[in-house]
């Protein structure tokens, strides 16, 4: 949300790519219906990393193709790939006035202007589009041929572009849905912060269970790009593990698996982990380890500023009163501030009722702490049972509420 200290390297693991097949038949070709303000071209574009899928101005222009007053164009030189598994491509028009040709414009998807597809040595793919909704309009008019010699239906371009289809439109109802909220999103109102997270986090939800069904990879890794084009998989570290889980031995993505795994080790303690034990600077003035804070039988480890609206509020209007319900009953509350400055932390105590223990280190987000629990965002809380097991993660409002009420009647 406010504190994104942590920019995710980019590790760059390219492909071999000679353009050195021709033919007479048009490896790529198809209809495109131009529009006006867009250039009569479409571009051909090979991702050479998990970081460069879906991503703006990052992937290698392979080729390009005049569209004609007709609509029709064809790429006739195709990289080689040597191995026997389809890879990864993606064709994208630009605007006219645009100087690049990899310039991928997705801050509304249904307007996208790429389509990600993928294709194999030797194989002929044929579609349709519309040049203002590219992506949208894309459509196949003829399939790759079939591989029956490839008994791996991963391997197989025909089920790996129909999944890329698929996910197109689940990710396209997905936006419809959320529309509002997730314009709403890009320029953050303090007051709605959490709701309008809320709506990102619905608005993701499709996606992830498309990467965690589909037996296409590159269908997967794509939904996984789509989750977060910014890449900032913070607030879905499980999802960003288990894709490394599940395709970490494929032959096909494996420099892109590599990096996907890369990123997903650098990402906050996960449901199910112990929570790291850590010297707390208490607000009474003792130093004591956080787990020997912990309550009997649950714990909201809840990480806040004074000067964070949504944590305030929080405070407020859902710690405080799950504080005066449940304390005597197993719950304990421990606050950790990323305040710098003492009396606006004290201060905030004070006002918002928050009377459970409460540390900083009054180090403002360079706060050790943070660093231990890989995290760069907030409000955030870690939700923990009697032994420090992180049993859920970043619940709010109602939804907090009805945890806590929930796991108590245990």
């Not at 038949?25 to 970081?51: C, D, H």
């Not at 040597?82 to 307007?111: C, V």
């Not at 907030?378 to 709010?396: T, W």
Request: net charge negative; aromatic share 10%.
């Amino acid at each position: 949300m406010y504190l994104n200290r942590f920019a995710a390297p980019f590790i760059l693991l390219g492909l071999l790519f000679t353009c050195t097949r021709c033919s007479t038949q048009p490896a790529i070709s198809g209809t495109i219906v131009l529009k006006e303000g867009w250039k009569p071209v479409v571009y051909l574009i090979a991702p050479r990393g998990f970081s460069e899928i879906a991503s703006s101005f990052s992937g290698m222009v392979l080729d390009s193709a005049q569209i004609g007053e007709d609509g029709q164009f064809a790429f006739r030189k195709l990289p080689v790939n040597d191995e026997k598994f389809p890879l990864l491509y993606q064709l994208a028009m630009q605007p006219e006035g645009s100087l690049y040709a990899n310039q991928f414009l997705d801050d509304n998807p249904l307007l996208a202007n790429y389509m990600p597809f993928v294709l194999k040595t030797n194989k002929f793919l044929r579609f349709t589009a519309e040049a203002d909704r590219f992506q949208a309009s894309f459509r196949i008019e003829s399939p790759l041929e079939a591989s029956p010699d490839e008994p791996d239906p991963g391997f197989d371009p025909n089920t790996a572009n129909a999944a890329l289809l698929k996910l197109r439109d689940i990710r396209h109802a997905s936006y419809l849905r959320w529309q509002t909220q997730l314009e709403a999103a890009k320029t953050p109102d303090e007051n709605t912060l959490l709701e309008q997270e809320e709506a990102v986090g619905q608005f993701r939800l499709p996606l992830m269970q498309f990467a965690d069904t589909t037996s296409a990879v590159w269908a997967a890794l794509v939904a996984t790009r789509w989750v977060s084009p910014q890449q900032d998989y913070e607030r879905v570290p499980e999802f960003l593990h288990g894709q490394c889980q599940r395709w970490t031995n494929d032959r096909a993505a494996a420099h892109h698996v590599f990096v996907l795994c890369e990123k997903a080790n650098k990402l906050p303690v996960l449901i199910g982990q112990v929570i790291p034990d850590f010297p707390f600077p208490m607000s009474s003035g003792d130093t004591v380890s956080l787990k020997s804070l912990l309550g009997k039988k649950l714990t909201i480890l809840d990480i806040w500023a004074s000067w964070c609206v949504p944590c305030r509020r929080e405070n407020q209007q859902v710690l405080a009163p799950l504080w005066t319900a449940y304390r005597e009953k197993g719950l304990q509350i421990i606050g950790y501030s990323i305040d710098s400055s003492e009396g606006a932390w004290r201060n905030a105590i004070t006002k918002d009722g928050a009377v459970w223990p409460h540390a900083s280190h009054l180090t403002g987000d360079e706060t050790p702490f943070m660093d231990a629990l890989r995290i760069a965002t907030i409000p955030a809380n870690f939700i923990l049972d009697g032994n420090g097991k992180v049993v859920a993660k970043n619940l709010h409002g109602a939804e907090l509420k009805a945890f806590v009420e929930e796991f108590l009647k245990k």
